[in-house]
């Protein structure tokens, strides 16, 4: 069994920030290879920030400079700064393994909603 309880959205303004926070329990781990997801209205669900075992990151080209992923895992969190966020930020973020995102049939937590308007 897998959870994952994503958090901390909410509805900023053009350029403001906000933090959010995926807590990881059962068959997974936040020291694994752990990515951050966002499915915006008809769109399909994209990979937008990753973190690897050993600690490497990398951003989709349209974050890059402004978000942030990181995590904790002595408390089995991982986080996402957002910075400079944009009306095209606007999204459901989910966070995920990695290689269990990629499964069809993969279970997903409730996603935070993230909406950027003036």
């Known amino acids: 069994q897998v959870q994952l309880v994503e958090s901390g959205g909410g509805m900023v303004q053009p350029g403001g920030s906000l933090r959010l926070s995926c807590a990881v329990s059962g068959s997974i781990s936040s020291s694994g290879d752990m990515g951050w997801y966002r499915q915006a209205p008809g769109k399909e669900r994209e990979l937008v920030a990753a973190i690897l075992r050993g600690g490497s990151t990398s951003y989709a080209d349209s974050v890059k400079g402004r978000f942030t992923i990181s995590r904790d895992n002595a408390k089995d969190m991982v986080y996402l700064q957002m910075n400079s966020l944009k009306p095209e930020d606007t999204a459901v973020y989910y966070c995920?393994?990695?290689?269990?995102?990629?499964?069809?049939?993969?279970?997903w937590g409730q996603g935070t909603q993230v909406s950027v308007s003036a």
């Open positions: 995920n393994d990695l290689t269990r995102a990629m499964i069809p049939s993969a279970s």
